[in-house]
């Protein structure tokens, strides 16, 4: 039987990686059998998860006293996000909405995403723009890198099919007037900034129509095959249920963001 399914950034890179991790995590929901992480890899997820926090309640507006931040390395991040904001390059009539989620259909399915923070408002010429912003405290990426990860082309599909809910006249919202801002602290002069079109869009969204019918596919068979790629076995602690733990060991990519909303899963918030 189908399961209507919400689909995050996660679980589309799960599915796309391995259907059987998909069912054993989503559907079955089997534990996530994960060894304890070293102190230190805790510790750096813990401040990046404070640091998104603390960047919430400013955008809220509420005030931020530097004296009440007793990490040190979260009042350096946080010094070196008001001296090199990237929000500054909006237009002053920008309206910010922090931590916002938006959920649109596809298929029978949801598509979801948390924005860190959006950015809303109107240009010179009076059409909508949308502009995302994403906190990493985690090492830099290149643009090329971020343009194909999951992350950055569901949230502008996202926008471009339902963005337009955030203005009150339901103005459309062009794939054109749509960018995503990816901030590094540790590389906080140069922000990548990704952009959006309608051709890209056609390909994106026809994508993933693409993996919902898949997923639909998968239900009706009750099919999940095994990843056919046995690197992508080291990293997950699923090995024992499928035969595998001749693949060894690997700790993930620290990525301190988390989903939202969804079921508190180790590889949620350790992304490559």
Not at 232 to 254: D, H, I, K, N, S
């Amino acid at each position: 039987m189908m399961q209507r399914q919400t689909l995050s950034q996660y679980k589309l890179a799960t599915f796309l990686t391995c259907q059987r991790r998909f069912q054993l995590r989503y559907l079955r929901r089997l534990p996530w059998p994960a060894s304890p992480l070293p102190e230190h890899t805790e510790q750096l997820l813990q401040q990046g998860q404070d640091f998104h926090q603390l960047l919430e309640r400013h955008f809220l507006g509420l005030k931020v006293s530097p004296s009440t931040i007793t990490d040190g390395r979260i009042q350096q991040w946080w010094q070196t996000f008001l001296k090199h904001a990237p929000v500054q390059n909006l237009p002053n009539s920008a309206r910010f909405l922090p931590e916002t989620g938006l959920t649109v259909p596809l298929g029978n399915h949801l598509l979801y995403g948390r924005f860190d923070l959006l950015g809303i408002g109107e240009d010179a010429q009076k059409r909508p723009f949308a502009h995302l912003f994403d906190w990493k405290t985690g090492r830099p990426v290149e643009a090329a890198e971020l343009n194909g990860r999951w992350q950055t082309r569901l949230y502008l599909a996202l926008l471009a099919e339902g963005g337009s809910a955030f203005w009150p006249q339901t103005m459309p919202l062009a794939p054109e007037q749509i960018s995503l801002t990816y901030w590094f602290v540790h590389d906080a002069e140069n922000p990548v900034t990704l952009g959006y079109n309608s051709a890209a869009h056609q390909k994106n969204w026809a994508e993933l129509q693409q993996i919902a019918a898949q997923l639909e596919n998968a239900f009706e068979l009750d099919a999940w095959p095994l990843t056919d790629d046995w690197h992508e076995c080291r990293a997950c602690a699923y090995q024992v249920y499928c035969g595998r733990q001749g693949a060894g060991t690997a700790v993930p990519e620290l990525d301190e963001h988390d989903a939202v909303g969804e079921p508190a899963l180790l590889d949620e918030q350790l992304a490559a």
